[in-house]
């Protein structure tokens, strides 16, 4: 079987709600990253096998199968067909996932997988009526930016909850109080700001032409945990998930460049060895990451104590603290180095390129080892991969 390569990854900077990025159309967003991806790898992107996109809300600009309308915009040529996948949060490490098995299958040498969401642009819909014209009675107006929308009646009432009150039962059940979700929030930010201002992120950033940004629009310095305190709790009149310990809504896009051995004339950044998908209660998807990234370890053959590097999505702090203390034999100090989604932002189908792609970077700045990007899904399911260099 095939082994797959990462060869390269880019991202856009992370833009905030109605922020610099919120005036950029989704398919443009995901066309500059198509297109720097291949530009920076030198390769004629006729060669590229399909484009393999994530995408979750797909209800405004980016309907009708984003990754085509991307790989258009990016002037590949038609030849190159394109895709778009929805598993939510986590879209684009699906992406790359379903990138991976094509070419392990020997179905492709070179796939472009990743992920764009433009929050700040998803519409307002309104469900359609079972009559044409209906004579009484008013519409609901849903938001698709985040959340559940037109849920279905036959649900359970305790797995429709939101984010915000799941985080908050994460909180409650795993014992995790107020000041620790603060303090890491405080860490994500400082680290964040930190990596940038040492241009870490310089190798994998490629900037929106006409919204430029210096950096993710939402890293606050001089966040503090006396400043975070002082913030309302959201979801609960006596709960801790505030939003200074929660991420964000954001704009962005990524992508990662995957390709058979031999498959480019350059040194891959790492290697995909493992992957892992797991479900829980809807209520609980918080906490999916930890049996996802054990699943993909297993498969790599690695065990935790192998580890050198983890990119986890940090949707909430209380989130990101209970797959810490679901596993127990990783050294907090390997998770998030350079900050994580607190600071940086969560476009929902764009964040699982960026923390997979991060972590390839990361491994050939230290010229080996081993990582694990993982990422929780709202619904009730979390993904992971394995990385290694």
Not at 277 to 285: Q, W
Request: proline letters at 4%; aromatic letters at 6%; one cysteine or more.
């Amino acid at each position: 079987m095939t082994t797959t390569f990462i060869y390269d990854a880019v991202r856009t900077p992370f833009g905030r709600a109605g922020g610099a990025l919120a005036g950029i159309r989704p398919d443009d967003l995901a066309a500059t990253v198509m297109r720097a991806t291949v530009e920076r790898a030198g390769v004629d992107a006729a060669r590229i096998y399909d484009v393999i996109f994530g995408d979750a809300n797909q209800a405004g600009e980016d309907n009708r199968n984003v990754a085509r309308m991307g790989a258009l915009l990016a002037g590949f040529p038609t030849s190159v067909t394109g895709v778009t996948v929805n598993r939510l949060c986590a879209s684009s490490v699906e992406a790359v996932i379903q990138g991976s098995r094509a070419i392990e299958a020997g179905d492709a040498s070179l796939i472009l997988a990743g992920g764009v969401e433009s929050m700040s642009r998803a519409p307002f819909v309104v469900e359609k009526s079972a009559k044409p014209y209906p004579a009484t009675g008013n519409q609901t107006l849903w938001n698709t930016a985040i959340g559940w929308r037109m849920t279905n009646r036959a649900l359970p009432k305790g797995w429709t909850i939101s984010n915000g009150e799941a985080a908050e039962k994460t909180a409650t059940t795993w014992g995790i109080s107020r000041e620790e979700q603060d303090a890491f929030a405080v860490r994500s930010h400082e680290f964040a700001a930190a990596a940038w201002a040492a241009g870490v992120y310089d190798g994998e950033i490629v900037q929106v032409p006409g919204a430029e940004l210096a950096r993710d629009e939402g890293i606050r310095d001089g966040s503090t945990v006396e400043k975070l305190a002082g913030l309302q709790a959201l979801f609960a009149e006596d709960g801790s998930v505030t939003a200074g310990n929660s991420s964000s809504i954001n704009d962005g896009a990524s992508a990662v460049l995957l390709g058979a051995e031999g498959a480019l004339d350059a040194e891959p950044l790492a290697l995909i060895t493992g992957r892992g998908a797991h479900g829980v209660d809807p209520d609980e998807f918080p906490t999916a990451p930890i049996e996802a990234a054990n699943k993909a370890l297993a498969r790599a053959g690695r065990t935790w104590a192998d580890v050198d590097l983890v990119e986890l999505n940090e949707a909430f702090a209380s989130q990101s603290l209970a797959c810490l203390r679901g596993w127990p034999e990783l050294d907090p100090e390997k998770l998030n180095i350079h900050g994580g989604a607190l600071a940086i932002g969560h476009p929902l189908g764009a964040s699982g390129g960026r923390i997979i792609g991060h972590a390839a970077h990361e491994l050939a700045r230290r010229g080996g080892g081993v990582a694990v990007a993982a990422i929780c899904i709202g619904v009730g399911q979390g993904l992971a991969v394995v990385l290694e260099r």
